[in-house]
Nanobody
Framework: QVQLVESGGGSVQAGGSLRLSCAAS????????MGWFRQAPGKEREGVALIRSDFIASIADSVKGRFTISRDNAKNTLYLQMNSLQPDDTAMYYC????????????????WGQGTQVTVSI
């Protein structure tokens, strides 16, 4: 089973940017759907961005226009570019993968990374 390792989290001020990376242990070109989810303390995990193997992407309304998802199959890496960060974006961010249905549903994803923390201060 593929293993996913996130990196790139950190602490930034509101309005700042971060780029998260998710390195996979196997070729991602054959993985149908990969995505980023986040979970803030006391809240449920929610989908942020998805991208399919045909590079079709979906972005959650809460981050649309600020976040961009991309995948580099040659590097077996998934990215999340986050701009204009706000305090509400503070959460643990997780990379996930599935060969099944590609949607903002936690239960549809079978492979998860350990997460990387993003903290946005005023």
């Amino acid at each position: 089973q593929v293993q996913l390792v996130e990196s790139g989290g950190g602490s930034v001020q509101a309005g700042g940017s971060l780029r998260l990376s998710c390195a996979a242990s196997e070729r991602i070109s054959s993985i149908y759907c990969m995505g980023w989810f986040r979970q803030a303390p006391g809240k449920e995990r929610e989908g942020v961005a998805l991208i399919r193997s045909d590079f079709i992407a979906s972005i959650a309304d809460s981050v649309k226009g600020r976040f961009t998802i991309s995948r580099d199959n040659a590097k077996n890496t998934l990215y999340l570019q986050m701009n204009s960060l706000q305090p509400d974006d503070t959460a643990m961010y997780y990379c996930a993968a599935t060969s099944g249905y590609c949607a903002f549903s936690v239960s549809d994803f079978s492979v998860w990374g350990q997460g990387t923390q993003v903290t946005v201060s005023i």
